[in-house]
């Protein structure tokens, strides 16, 4: 986008996009870098406050994998020339996709489902469906299993680790080498490699994120009261839903619970108000647990100061996906700024750079910065400046209508009963602190099914869904005994 702006502003004329093959990229590796049919379209509108005139700069790939391109002048043809190369490196980096065509990507297929909540917001959730499965001599596991992702991602976060794919033995391998096996090797991909072991992986959608951000009533485009919602909106009304829908769907009794960050919090939260809920949860895997935040070390930490402002505008708090996916491409892609975008990542999660492949930074950056609400920021704010786990602080006077005291309550973590609770947990986590994750640990009154530190220094948050060890450090112990 940067650089059709760049080019208009040289050649200073109007550039129009249209009709004739300039080049052409073979058809089926377009599948790899753009949507599931192949086909891809981008247009901007210039306007002459910002110095050019106006115009549209836009383009169009096919499936049949052609290009068209038309000048009015010389000059334009210039620009095109220009923006010709910058549209081949878009077409020669990887493209971003959806979950359903990252699915799709690894040869498993994707069910889309929509659950309404109890408060009226509509999340969409995935579900990996394995058809190769029969062929693996490997069963379905008893129970459904659920992976929830953190803050400013989505379910995307779990599906672009490491490339791999599943053949028609339903043998699951990944680039890196390794063939899945369930046991001693492991891949690590999380979504996939357990799907591959016979689990029914679904994956939701946190209410505010691009996914998810449909109301029974209330438009997210037009009414801030849709994003006026917190932690505990997030935990007493999404996880319950999601959880009875595939109870129902899947005649279940109970569902394995894998949260990362956020989504060990909202996990948190809600055995804390609802502790009878512990019966459909067995277990509850917490990755980079989040609760207690005072004594976290991540660059987040300098937007506390906004709590104030966060928590008197609710509306959304992201980068759009069009912007995120140009940043990702023609930004983090760039190879002279791609570890600058990696400096970025390590400042939020902590410095291992022995662990995260660089190869995958731009597709990382392409499917960061998912929309939130200001109001979930706000709360996030005051976990670190107050150092305690509790609800959303709205101003004495509202507390007093929504708590009926001027200070909001804690999460009462001493009224969880559940014993199938795990944590994950590394020692260089930036935001899920290990000093914050023993205090979460000294709060519960009950055994912890597992409580491991990953034995690798260097260990941080972001690995937990995207390090290159992960099958081993990570996904071998969740698969757990055989």
Same mark, same amino acid.
Not at 13 to 26: A, E, H, M, N
Not at 285 to 304: K, Q
Not at 314 to 330: D, H, S
């Given at each position: 986008?940067?650089?059709?702006i760049?080019t208009l502003l040289?050649?200073?004329?109007?550039?129009v996009?249209?009709?004739?093959?300039?080049?052409d990229?073979?058809?089926?590796?377009?599948?790899?870098?753009m949507g599931?049919?192949?086909?891809?379209?981008?247009?901007?509108?210039?306007?002459?406050?910002?110095?050019?005139?106006?115009?549209?700069c836009?383009l169009?790939?096919?499936?049949h994998?052609?290009?068209h391109?038309?000048?009015?002048?010389?000059?334009?043809l210039?620009?095109?020339?220009i923006l010709?190369?910058a549209?081949?490196h878009?077409?020669?980096?990887p493209?971003?996709?959806?979950?359903?065509?990252?699915i799709?990507?690894?040869?498993?297929?994707?069910?889309?489902?929509?659950?309404?909540?109890a408060?009226g917001?509509?999340?969409?959730?995935f579900?990996?469906?394995?058809?190769?499965?029969?062929?693996?001599?490997?069963?379905?596991?008893?129970?459904?299993?659920?992976?929830?992702?953190?803050?400013?991602v989505?379910?995307d976060?779990?599906?672009?680790?490491?490339?791999?794919?599943?053949d028609?033995?339903?043998?699951y391998?990944e680039?890196?080498?390794?063939?899945?096996?369930?046991?001693?090797?492991?891949?690590?991909?999380?979504?996939?490699?357990?799907?591959?072991c016979?689990?029914?992986?679904?994956l939701?959608?946190t209410?505010?994120?691009?996914?998810?951000?449909?109301?029974?009533t209330?438009?997210?485009?037009?009414?801030?009261r /849709?994003w006026?919602?917190?932690?505990?909106?997030?935990?007493?009304y999404?996880?319950?839903?999601?959880?009875?829908y595939?109870?129902q769907?899947t005649?279940?009794?109970s569902?394995?619970?894998?949260g990362h960050?956020?989504?060990?919090?909202?996990?948190?939260?809600?055995?804390?108000l609802?502790?009878?809920?512990?019966?459909?949860?067995?277990?509850?895997?917490?990755?980079a647990?989040?609760a /207690?935040l005072?004594?976290?070390?991540?660059?987040?930490?300098?937007?506390?100061?906004?709590?104030?402002?966060?928590?008197?505008?609710?509306?959304?708090?992201?980068i759009?996906?069009?912007?995120?996916?140009?940043?990702?491409?023609?930004v983090?892609?760039n190879e002279?700024?791609?570890?600058?975008?990696?400096?970025?990542?390590y400042?939020?999660?902590?410095?291992d750079?022995?662990?995260?492949n660089r190869s995958?930074?731009?597709?990382?950056?392409?499917?960061?910065?998912?929309?939130?609400?200001?109001?979930?920021?706000?709360?996030?704010?005051?976990?670190?400046?107050?150092?305690?786990?509790?609800?959303?602080?709205y101003g004495?006077?509202?507390n007093?209508?929504?708590?009926?005291?001027a200070?909001?309550?804690?999460?009462?973590?001493?009224?969880?009963?559940?014993r199938n609770?795990?944590?994950?947990?590394?020692?260089n986590?930036?935001?899920?602190?290990?000093m914050?994750?023993?205090?979460l640990?000294?709060?519960?009154?009950?055994?912890?099914?597992?409580?491991y530190?990953?034995?690798?220094?260097k260990?941080?948050?972001?690995?937990?869904?995207?390090?290159?060890?992960q099958?081993?450090?990570?996904?071998?112990?969740?698969?757990?005994?055989?």
């Amino acid at each position: 986008m940067s650089f059709c702006i760049f080019t208009l502003l040289i050649v200073g004329t109007r550039l129009v996009v249209s009709s004739r093959l300039l080049f052409d990229i073979p058809g089926p590796p377009l599948k790899e870098f753009m949507g599931g049919n192949g086909s891809m379209t981008l247009s901007i509108q210039y306007w002459p406050r910002i110095g050019v005139s106006q115009g549209v700069c836009g383009l169009s790939v096919s499936k049949h994998s052609t290009l068209h391109l038309r000048a009015h002048n010389s000059r334009a043809l210039i620009a095109i020339t220009i923006l010709n190369k910058a549209i081949k490196h878009l077409l020669l980096k990887p493209r971003p996709r959806a979950t359903p065509q990252l699915i799709e990507s690894r040869g498993f297929q994707p069910e889309t489902h929509t659950i309404t909540t109890a408060d009226g917001y509509i999340l969409r959730v995935f579900r990996i469906v394995n058809r190769q499965l029969r062929n693996s001599g490997r069963r379905l596991r008893p129970r459904p299993l659920v992976l929830w992702h953190g803050v400013a991602v989505t379910s995307d976060s779990w599906l672009f680790s490491t490339i791999g794919a599943i053949d028609n033995r339903g043998l699951y391998r990944e680039n890196n080498g390794i063939l899945n096996d369930c046991d001693r090797n492991v891949t690590s991909t999380l979504a996939f490699t357990l799907s591959a072991c016979g689990y029914d992986v679904w994956l939701p959608n946190t209410r505010g994120t691009h996914y998810s951000q449909d109301h029974i009533t209330l438009n997210s485009n037009r009414d801030s009261r /849709y994003w006026q919602f917190t932690l505990t909106e997030m935990a007493v009304y999404d996880i319950p839903a999601v959880v009875r829908y595939i109870l129902q769907i899947t005649n279940s009794d109970s569902v394995s619970y894998i949260g990362h960050s956020l989504g060990t919090a909202q996990m948190f939260a809600l055995l804390s108000l609802v502790p009878d809920f512990e019966q459909f949860i067995k277990p509850f895997i917490a990755l980079a647990p989040i609760a /207690y935040l005072g004594h976290i070390e991540s660059i987040g930490r300098l937007g506390v100061p906004l709590e104030p402002i966060l928590r008197s505008f609710p509306g959304p708090l992201g980068i759009p996906v069009p912007i995120a996916q140009i940043i990702g491409i023609f930004v983090c892609g760039n190879e002279l700024l791609v570890n600058l975008c990696a400096d970025i990542f390590y400042a939020i999660n902590g410095y291992d750079a022995q662990n995260f492949n660089r190869s995958i930074v731009p597709i990382d950056a392409a499917h960061s910065g998912a929309s939130v609400s200001t109001w979930v920021y706000a709360h996030l704010a005051q976990l670190v400046v107050n150092k305690c786990f509790r609800q959303f602080d709205y101003g004495i006077t509202q507390n007093r209508r929504h708590y009926g005291q001027a200070t909001p309550p804690s999460y009462p973590l001493c009224n969880i009963t559940s014993r199938n609770i795990a944590l994950f947990r590394g020692l260089n986590d930036l935001l899920a602190d290990n000093m914050d994750v023993s205090l979460l640990v000294q709060q519960l009154s009950v055994p912890l099914l597992d409580n491991y530190i990953v034995p690798d220094p260097k260990w941080n948050h972001q690995d937990f869904q995207l390090g290159t060890y992960q099958g081993y450090f990570v996904n071998e112990r969740v698969l757990g005994p055989k």
